[in-house]
């Protein structure tokens, strides 16, 4: 679990084989064999560190549903660990389980194959980064960004056609997953709806 509050950022060293590098600092500290840090948003096991690295074994789901596929040596990455107890939550539950790759537009705007659980004014994770949808018009979206945020992650390398990591807010697949169980037990239906002013 996560926040997408980036502590620093890395600089991605390439893939052997499965395995990723990343050249770090700061989330490091206290970190051990096993450990969770995301990358740009998506969650990697530790398996391997050195003084200045950290190594992760990169699964063949992640490889095809991230934008790892397109990074490379020398590209900067986001970096988080996950949470313990005494964190604060400054952004907010972030899984690291990316669910898309979006595509740069250009001025915050990304466009997606999905929008199904993005909303106006709700809480998405780009790289690994908490923000808010700023606009959301079909499949592009946009995010609200603070100058300090900008300049602390990779955001700030962006060009137009980049891919970025996406994960949209959990709750929305709970709401969806307990809506379709409640129509499955014909419990709610397009009258339910109606009756209570959802329609």
């Known amino acids: 679990m996560?926040?997408?509050?980036?502590?620093?950022?890395?600089?991605?060293k390439g893939f052997d084989g499965s395995v990723i590098t990343v050249q770090c600092?700061?989330?490091?500290?206290?970190?051990?064999?096993?450990?969770?840090?995301a990358?740009?948003?998506?969650?990697?096991?530790?398996?391997?560190m050195t003084p200045e690295s950290f190594?992760?074994?990169v699964s063949?789901?992640?490889?095809?549903?991230t934008n790892f596929k397109s990074m490379k040596p020398g590209d900067i990455v986001n970096l988080e660990r996950a949470l313990t107890p005494s964190t604060r939550m400054g952004g907010h539950i972030?899984?690291?389980h990316v669910d898309m790759v979006g595509k740069y537009l250009g001025d915050m705007s990304f466009e997606v194959p999905d929008s199904k659980y993005i909303v106006y004014k709700g809480s998405i994770t780009l790289n690994g980064?908490?923000?808010?949808?700023?606009?959301?018009?079909?499949?592009?979206?946009?995010?609200a960004i603070i100058p300090h945020t900008l300049e602390n992650t990779n955001l700030k390398n962006l060009g137009a056609g980049d891919l970025v990591n996406i994960e949209?807010?959990?709750?929305?697949?709970?709401v969806e997953k307990f809506l379709l169980t409640e129509h499955n037990n014909s419990k709610i239906d397009e009258n339910f709806l109606l009756e209570n002013g959802f329609m």
């Open 129 to 143: 980064v908490s923000l808010t949808v700023a606009k959301l018009d079909g499949n592009v979206f946009s995010v």
């Open 168 to 174: 949209t807010d959990i709750l929305g697949r709970y």
């Open 55 to 57: 190594s992760a074994n």
């Open 2 to 12: 996560f926040t997408g509050i980036v502590e620093e950022t890395g600089i991605f």
């Open 60 to 65: 063949d789901e992640t490889f095809k549903i």
């Open 94 to 96: 972030v899984q690291g």
């Open 25 to 37: 600092k700061k989330v490091l500290e206290n970190t051990k064999l096993g450990d969770s840090i």
């Open 39 to 48: 990358i740009n948003g998506c969650c990697q096991t530790v398996t391997a």
